[in-house]
């Protein structure tokens, strides 16, 4: 016993030192899902930041940009774990991340147990992180799921015709966000929805739900990360399915268009909206395409959504320190008020926050077509800009709607 | 009506996958009472590697045998190596087991990433086939599938029934003690057995990882899907494993089509039911 | 018993003075937890010889009682009083331990290992599924240590002592229901079941009241684990924190109470610092390397370890446990 307590004390007392602040560095801390099914997508996020503190040569005001890297598997858990550990043992200052929707909306809670730590989203995009029961410290330099599909919803009904759909897509908080935002405009015009597919994340046999399509349907929204994609179009195609895709922004992220095997083709003609496009010309894009393509060779083709948006969050951190000179005392509230009232051009156009500090963006509805080396990139069609998250009804008539669920809207 | 048609051809393609995966399961257990927990790393280990072999020779079937020939050799490799020297202590071999599938798993996503890889199956066998009299389109792989597991079901039955091996492996599954007292160098038996179960599975992970895709955490869900077949049917029973696997195959699929919110609950329901009525699993032997 | 006890929380209150909160929280309080329910494990596997990984699935349930019976951020549940929430939880964990039990309890050996697997798995596809009673993928949040006379449990310090306190007391309880005739029993029906019979024991009802005591202690530990992280969801009760039960409880050693708390230290301290000392995403490599280093050298984890090389104060016999044949 003693022998274990003697061993605790010893711990005890070099742990102690942890949290002890340099004075010429700026502690910054990134949460990605660096374990587990999304850990590519994890890799992309860390990425960006990467890039975002490289472009200011590791400092910022004078003072050194330490950067300590968290990783979660995608679950809630995990991600709380990762920011007490950067937060409360390493002294992070500055928390950018995490990736996805259920561990925004833990780190949100997290964030307002540590007031003397700012937290930038990352990647997460459900609704409720910002809409309902926002943080005073969490800031969301990107848009949520419904932001992401902006314009999609009007597209498929007008420009391609489509009136009545089916709807595949995983069943939890990001999903229900992204089919809500696709679904409000689509819906108003008097697009029909024939059923909607919910299904488990990490599904990997679809043919269940395949045989359940209807037939009379015009196209199908298909709403799956990564792998699920990926195995939910193999097997659509190889049982002959021949309906049109409109795909929600992570169907068709780089990381699905870069992968192994031919059943992605059957995308070429997909519409989606998402807040990158690959063949966008804006010089910043480019610019950042050309940054991304230079440090990380190994990387995808074209940076991922998450390599921008991390990279987004991580350079508005960085120049509202610029403004403030490095000035973090005071609980951050000189670093808070430049970082609410900042407005920059991103790689994805111009950005800013509303007043529940979620951002206000440019979104990109475009087409998926071959790209020069055989793979397959998406087409620039047109900009959807400014776009805040009560998609244009002002916030009484939006939250009204209530939150994002399996059965939300109704589409009566 | 074609709804259900084809959620009972899907269930039956399924129960084939399912087949492939725990019949190798089963027959380890059956022998030497040890349960191999790393039976889905190398699932997806053998389905890695036949990835790499078809990627780099251009041919799908030479990526089959190299799936199903590496795991054989890893399976001979673990026996000869590790489980050897715990022989008895079955806990022990188990939680080995355990630890190897975590390590296994973690090297794999450190080789292969979190990405999907998919197989390039030859033309022959992709897009979709009408099948007469159903009038129903569906495709050739999951057919194909079934095919192949009914064939190793066959062959299985065969070299256990009708060789001078499967004689003995029959008789160390009986009786153990009885086997190596007529002077049957058993250990021998047992790498032979170890390295054909582990090569069901490599075998498995080629045409699994062709039917749906390859990714991390499908060495769980194989190894899940090993285990319930193998405790429905019973335990070291090739007959009881191909009844488990139509089983839970039927129930994951009608369970996925006609309510999908439940339907992955419903598989482990079976399961509890089954081992409430007879623990031993359906076509066991009682200890 | 009693002065080593003592000696225990002086050493806990020693520490909470000298140790910074991310120390007392994140390593102290979580080894505890952990070691906690990893040592109902040493009642069932040690003793028993009833080798279950649903032990994490039995914590989950009484935490989603906390969180659905008392208050929590996603506006379902009961919203009552902690003075019924905490005991209901314990209760409502404790009978779903006996059940599994009772399932399982048809079982032995092997199978029971994959039986105990297989009902974590269904209650973990269940929570992800079920919106009405676990709230799905999300789970729940906003859940908090009470308040209990003015003294905030939330506080680093309290938070630490209240989690060293219950696993000290965890830790004394099983010693002394190691010594007294039910665990002797339990040991008997171990190792021969059949003779115990004989002897007049009732050899399913002892096994079911291992199970009850192994799930009491589970849900002691599922509740704080709840207040330690906030939250609940499925990720909580899957798979791998399932099987990081066992690991903890194997490394650390299931003869004698102590172990499962030695493991629980190991595991969180190389869990917590191996993003320092490794590639972060290569914890795995290592915590599989060190769980299967440690089983094929020792036969019962690092305390198996301390007994042949006699580490003082850990040698079997040292905490007055009955031995492991």
Request: charged residues 15%; negative net charge; hydrophobic residues 50%.
């Amino acid at each position: 016993m003693k022998l274990k307590t003697l061993t605790a004390l010893a711990l005890a007392a070099t742990l102690q030192t942890g949290a002890a602040l340099a004075d010429d560095t700026i502690k910054f801390g990134a949460i990605a899902t660096l374990e587990g099914p999304f850990a590519v997508l994890g890799q992309e996020g860390i990425r960006g930041v990467e890039l975002a503190i490289e472009e200011f040569g590791g400092e910022v005001a004078g003072k050194k940009i330490e950067l300590m890297v968290g990783s979660s598997n995608a679950q809630p858990d995990t991600a709380v774990a990762a920011a007490r550990k950067l937060v409360e043992q390493d002294g992070a200052q500055i928390v950018i991340g995490p990736l996805s929707g259920s561990e925004g909306l833990a780190i949100k809670d997290y964030s307002k147990t540590q007031p003397q730590a700012s937290f930038l989203n990352g990647g997460s995009a459900a609704q409720d992180t910002t809409l309902r029961d926002p943080s005073e410290n969490f800031f969301r330099w990107n848009p949520d799921g419904a932001q992401w599909v902006a314009g999609l919803g009007e597209y498929t009904f007008k420009e391609k015709g489509y009136r009545n759909i089916a709807i595949v897509a995983e069943d939890y908080s990001f999903p229900y966000t992204l089919v809500f935002g696709f679904m409000k405009p689509y819906c108003e015009l008097g697009g029909k929805v024939a059923e909607r597919f919910w299904v488990p994340l990490g599904t990997k046999d679809y043919s269940s739900v395949i045989a359940s399509i209807p037939d009379d349907i015009d196209a199908i929204l298909v709403t799956l990360g990564g792998s699920d994609a990926i195995n939910f179009l193999s097997q659509y195609q190889q049982a002959g399915g021949e309906k049109p895709m409109v795909a929600g922004s992570i169907t068709v992220d780089q990381s699905v268009l870069s992968s192994k095997g031919r059943s992605k083709d059957y995308l070429i003609g997909t519409p989606t909206s998402s807040p990158v496009a690959d063949t966008n010309t804006a010089k910043e894009w480019t610019d950042f395409v050309s940054a991304y393509q230079a440090k990380f060779p190994e990387g995808l083709p074209t940076p991922s959504l998450f390599a921008q948006e991390y990279y987004v969050s991580t350079k508005a951190a960085l120049l509202a320190l610029q403004e403030v000179d490095g000035d973090l005392s005071d609980q951050q509230k000189a670093f808070r008020a430049a970082l609410s009232d900042l407005t920059f051009l991103t790689p994805a156009g111009e950005r800013h926050l509303d007043e529940n500090r979620q951002v206000v963006t440019d979104i990109f509805l475009s087409e998926i077509r071959p790209g020069e080396d055989g793979g397959l990139v998406s087409e620039l069609i047109s900009v959807i800009p400014q776009v805040n998250q009560t998609l244009g009804d002002d916030r009484e008539t939006f939250l009204a709607y209530g939150p994002v669920g399996r059965d939300n809207p109704e589409c009566k | 009506m074609k709804l259900f048609l084809l959620t009972i051809l899907n269930s039956l393609t399924l129960a084939g996958l399912y087949f492939l995966v725990a019949s190798g399961f089963s027959l380890v257990f059956g022998l030497m009472r040890s349960v191999n927990l790393a039976h889905g790393a190398l699932y997806l280990l053998g389905g890695y590697i036949g990835w790499e072999v078809a990627e780099f020779s251009g041919s799908w079937l030479i990526g089959i045998a190299a799936g199903a020939v590496s795991m054989a050799l890893c399976g001979a490799l673990l026996q000869l190596c590790v489980f050897r020297f715990l022989e008895g202590q079955e806990l022990r071999q188990t939680l080995v087991s355990i630890g190897l599938s975590i390590i296994v798993a973690d090297v794999m996503l450190a080789t292969w990433g979190g990405q999907a890889y998919q197989f390039e199956v030859p033309d022959f066998l992709w897009g979709s086939v009408k099948i007469p009299l159903l009038g129903l389109k569906y495709p050739i792989y999951r057919l194909f599938v079934l095919a192949a597991a009914v064939l190793a079901g066959i062959l299985l039955w065969l070299l256990l029934n009708r060789t001078r091996l499967g004689k003995m492996i029959r008789a160390g599954v009986d009786d153990r003690t009885m086997l190596e007292a007529t002077g049957v160098d058993i250990q021998k038996i047992f790498v032979v057995v170890f390295a054909l179960g582990a090569g069901l599975a490599g075998l498995a992970g080629v045409v699994g990882g062709s039917a749906l895709s390859l990714s991390p955490g499908e060495d769980l869900r194989y190894l899940l899907a090993s285990l319930v077949v193998v405790i429905v049917g019973g335990m070291g029973s090739i007959a009881g494993a191909a009844y488990g696997a139509l089983l839970i195959g039927f129930a994951d699929t009608f369970g996925l089509a006609y309510s999908p919110t439940y339907g992955v609950v419903y598989t482990f329901l079976i399961m509890i039911v089954v081992l409430a009525v007879r623990p031993q699993g359906l076509m066991g032997k009682s200890s | 018993m009693p002065t080593r006890f003592s000696l225990v929380l002086f050493a806990l209150a020693g520490l909470s003075v000298v140790a910074n909160d991310f120390f007392l929280v994140q390593i102290g309080a979580q080894a505890a937890i952990l070691g906690l329910i990893a040592l109902s494990l040493t009642v069932l596997a040690g003793w028993g010889g009833i080798v279950s990984l649903s032990q994490m699935t039995v914590a989950g349930i009484a935490g989603y009682s906390v969180a659905l019976l008392g208050s929590n951020s996603a506006g379902l549940g009961f919203d009552l009083s902690m003075v019924i929430v905490v005991p209901s939880a314990l209760a409502i964990g404790t009978v779903f331990g006996v059940l599994v039990g009772a399932l399982a309890g048809r079982t032995s050996g092997i199978h029971t290992i994959m039986i105990t697997l297989a009902v974590g798995v269904a209650v973990y596809f269940l929570a992800n599924q079920n919106y009405t009673i676990f709230n799905g993928f999300t789970g729940y949040a906003g859940l908090e240590a009470p308040k209990i006379f003015g003294l905030d449990l939330r506080q680093p310090v309290p938070f630490f002592l209240l989690c060293g306190g219950l696993a000290a007391a965890g830790w004394a309880l099983v010693s002394v229901i190691g010594r007294s005739p039910f665990g002797i029993g339990l040991i008997g029906v171990r190792d021969n079941a059949r003779r115990l019979t004989a002897l007049g024991y009732n050899v399913p009802a002892h096994r079911l009241m291992a199970h009850g005591l192994a799930a009491f202690l589970a849900s002691v530990g599922g509740i704080l684990l709840v207040w330690y992280n906030g939250r609940i969801s499925p990720g909580t009760i899957s798979v791998g924190p399932m099987i990081d039960i066992l690991i903890i409880a194997v490394i650390g050693g299931m003869a004698r109470p102590i172990g499962p708390f030695i493991g629980a230290l190991l595991f969180v301290l190389l869990k917590t610092f191996a993003i320092d000392l490794v590639d972060p995403e290569r914890f795995n490599t290592v915590i599989g390397l060190v769980f299967v280093i440690v089983v094929l050298v020792s036969r019962d984890g690092l305390l198996g370890l301390a007994d042949r090389i006699r580490i003082p104060g850990l040698q079997r016999g040292a905490d007055g446990e009955t031995e492991r044949p």
